[in-house]
Nanobody, 124 residues
Framework: QVRLVESGGGSVQAGGSLRLSCASSGYGADDYCITWFRQAPGKEREGVAY????????YYDDSVKGRFTISRDQADNTVYLQMNSLKPEDTAMYYCAAVRRSYIVLRAWEYTYWGHGTQVTVSS
């Protein structure tokens, strides 16, 4: 059973930075796609950054490319999301999610495991 716990959210002014953490356990030897999703009020949940535990491949949504970086500490299975040059439109609840796949999975409904989320608020 995979367990995911997010932390690191908060309030920041536009142009600022935050680093989100996703502490995880239970992967075993299987490959997983781990993704940071976000959901703003009244909007659909969208994936912003993806990483594969096996190959280490990463993928970013165009809305965050060049500003956000996803990484993984293999020693303790923590996945990070470094967010720079934040914009008010980045305001959302951010979720860490995982699915047992060796390739990038774009659709939220395919993910098996979810954390409870951490709120990010960016003021102008």
């Amino acid at each position: 059973q995979v367990r995911l716990v997010e932390s690191g959210g908060g309030s920041v002014q536009a142009g600022g930075s935050l680093r989100l953490s996703c502490a995880s356990s239970g992967y075993g030897a299987d490959d997983y796609c781990i993704t940071w999703f976000r959901q703003a009020p009244g909007k659909e949940r969208e994936g912003v950054a993806y990483i594969l535990t096996g190959l280490g491949s990463r993928y970013y949504d165009d809305s965050v490319k060049g500003r956000f970086t996803i990484s993984r500490d293999q020693a303790d299975n923590t996945v990070y999301l470094q967010m720079n040059s934040l914009k008010p439109e980045d305001t959302a609840m951010y979720y860490c999610a995982a699915v047992r796949r060796s390739y990038i999975v774009l659709r939220a409904w395919e993910y098996t495991y979810w954390g409870h989320g951490t709120q990010v608020t960016v003021s102008s």
